[in-house]
C-alpha cells in the first residue's frame, strides 16, 4: 500500500468489500498486464504523495531550468496547502466544469447529490446542522451571516471582535454604510485574543462575531463569548479555519449559532488569490433565513432518492426586495473539489493533516523564540504573531530575496509578523527559515 494515501487499513476493507474484491491487485484487474510495471519504482520509503511528485520534479529539473517559487509562511485566510492529484483531476472532469446552474434536477443529479455531500461535511465539521451550498469567499459569508442575524433579530447593533479578518470587517463595513448597522469593534487583550467585557449592561444586539482561531492566530474563547452574546440577545458569529477543527472542538458544539469561514484550504489551489470558496452553517431555527443555495434531499415519483435545490422562494429571482439576501448562487465548482478533497482525506487522514499543521506551526515557533522572536500567546493553531525588532515590512522584504514569503504584516502594527505553517512546510524549510532570518536580524 503506497505510503502517502490517507486511507486506514480499515476504510480500504470496507472499499473493496463494496466493490465485492479480494484485493487491491483486483481493483486494477482491468489495466492490460503489457503496461504494467513488474518491479517496483526506486523511489524512498515512507514519503507522501507530495514529496514522491517533488521527487519525480527533481528529475525533471535535471534536464531543464525550473523557476522555484517561494516558501512560504504567509496565511492571513489563503493558505499554501499540498493539494491530492486524486481530488485535482477528479474535480476537473467537464461534468463538473462545465455544469450550468442546476434548476432542472432531472438533468443535474450529479452536481445536485455533489453539492449535498458538500453540505453534510460542512455541517459535520462546523457542528450545526443545516449549511449552505456554499458562498463566495468567507468575507462574503461574515456579512451574510450578519445579515441574517439581523433579519432575525431585527436588531442592527453589531459586536466584532479586532481579531476576526481585516478584510473581513472592511467588507462588513462597507455593507454595513448601507443598512444603517452599528458596528462596534471590541479590542484585542495582550495575548491577541478578544478583550470580551463581563458585561456589555442592557445593550441589544443583533451579533456577537469572533475568530476561530481569529486572524492572529489566537484560539478564542467560545464559551465566555456565547455567555456574553446570550446576555444581550444576539447570536454568536464564528469566523472559523477549517482545519483547525481537525483538533478543536466544534464551534457548534461550543454554542455558535452561525459558523463562517474561509474553504480555500480544503483542496483549492492559491491561484494568485482566487476563486475562494465561502462556508456558510448555521442552527435549523434559522434555516428559512440562509442566504444562497441550498440543495436538498427527496424521493422522486418512483420512491427513488433524489436531490433538488430548495427553499427557492426566498431567494432574489422570486422575492426581489422581500429576500432576506441577495445571494442566489454558489461556487459550484470549488464546494465540489473541497467536497472531493474531504472525500479523499477522510476522518482520520483529516486530522492527520490539522496535526501536522500544527505541530509544524510549533516547532517554527519555538525555534523563533530562540531568536528572541516569541509568540503573543501559546493557544495558536498554525498560526502566530511575534514582534519584530525592526520594520515588519522592511523584514519581509529581505526575506524575498532569500525566497521566503516570511508572513503577513497586519495592517497598522509594522512591529508585527504573523506566520504560517501548513503540512508543505518541511522541517528543512523552517530551519533554513530560521537560519536566515536569525542573519537579517543580528
Known amino acids: 500500500m503506497p505510503s502517502f494515501a490517507p486511507h486506514t487499513d480499515e476504510e480500504i476493507r470496507q472499499m473493496l468489500g463494496d466493490l465485492h474484491m479480494e484485493s487491491l491487485e483486483e481493483l486494477y484487474a482491468t489495466i492490460p498486464v503489457a503496461l504494467r510495471r513488474t518491479e517496483p519504482l526506486d523511489l524512498p520509503r515512507d514519503r507522501s504523495e507530495i514529496e514522491i511528485v517533488e521527487e519525480f520534479g527533481r528529475f525533471g529539473a535535471a ?82 451571516a450578519v445579515n441574517m442575524a439581523v433579519g432575525f433579530t431585527k436588531r442592527h447593533r453589531v459586536f466584532v471582535s479586532a481579531g476576526v479578518h481585516p478584510s473581513y470587517r472592511e467588507a462588513l ?65 464564528v469566523v472559523v479555519d477549517p482545519i483547525a477543527l481537525g483538533l478543536l472542538q466544534s464551534p457548534g458544539a461550543l454554542g455558535a449559532d452561525i459558523v463562517v469561514g474561509e474553504g480555500q484550504s480544503l483542496g483549492i489551489p492559491l491561484s494568485f488569490g482566487g476563486p475562494l470558496l465561502g462556508l456558510f452553517a448555521a442552527k435549523q431555527e434559522y434555516l428559512r433565513l440562509m442566504p444562497g443555495r441550498l440543495v436538498g434531499e427527496t424521493r422522486d415519483l418512483e420512491g427513488r432518492r433524489a436531490f433538488v435545490t430548495t427553499l427557492r422562494t426566498r431567494e432574489q429571482d422570486i422575492r426581489r426586495e422581500k429576500a432576506t439576501s441577495n445571494v442566489c448562487t454558489n461556487q459550484t465548482l470549488m464546494a465540489i473539489q473541497a467536497a472531493i478533497h474531504l472525500s479523499w482525506l477522510g476522518k482520520a487522514g483529516f486530522a492527520q493533516l490539522a496535526r501536522r499543521n500544527y505541530d509544524g506551526a510549533h516547532y517554527l515557533a519555538a525555534q523563533l523564540g530562540e531568536l528572541g522572536l516569541v509568540p503573543s500567546t501559546k493557544r495558536f493553531f498554525r498560526e502566530f504573531t511575534v514582534r519584530t525588532p525592526i520594520s515588519a515590512t522592511e523584514l519581509v522584504h529581505r526575506m524575498l530575496a532569500h525566497g521566503f514569503l516570511a508572513g503577513i504584516v497586519p495592517p497598522g502594527f509594522d512591529d508585527r509578523l504573523i506566520c504560517a505553517v501548513t503540512e508543505a512546510r518541511t522541517k528543512a524549510e523552517i530551519d533554513l527559515f530560521v537560519d536566515t532570518l536569525g542573519k537579517e536580524l543580528r
Open 173 to 237: 463595513a462597507t455593507f454595513g454604510a448601507g443598512t444603517s448597522l452599528d458596528i462596534e469593534v471590541l479590542p484585542l487583550q495582550g495575548d491577541d485574543t478578544c478583550d470580551l467585557p463581563d458585561s456589555l449592561g442592557d445593550t441589544q444586539g443583533a451579533a456577537l462575531v469572533v475568530g476561530y482561531p481569529n486572524y492572529f492566530g489566537a484560539i478564542e474563547d467560545l464559551h465566555r463569548a456565547k455567555a456574553l452574546a446570550a446576555a444581550i440577545g444576539a447570536l454568536l458569529v
Open 63 to 144: 534536464n531543464s531550468a525550473v523557476r522555484t517559487s517561494l516558501v512560504s509562511f504567509a496565511g492571513g485566510g489563503v493558505y499554501d496547502h499540498d493539494l491530492s492529484a486524486a481530488a485535482r483531476h477528479l474535480g476537473s472532469q467537464s461534468a463538473f466544469v462545465t455544469a450550468y446552474t442546476p434548476y432542472q434536477p432531472e438533468v443535474a443529479q450529479g452536481v445536485l447529490q455533489a453539492l449535498f455531500e458538500f453540505q453534510t461535511m460542512v455541517a459535520r465539521l462546523f457542528g450545526l446542522p443545516v449549511a449552505n451550498a456554499s458562498l463566495y469567499d468567507g468575507a462574503a459569508s461574515l456579512v451574510e
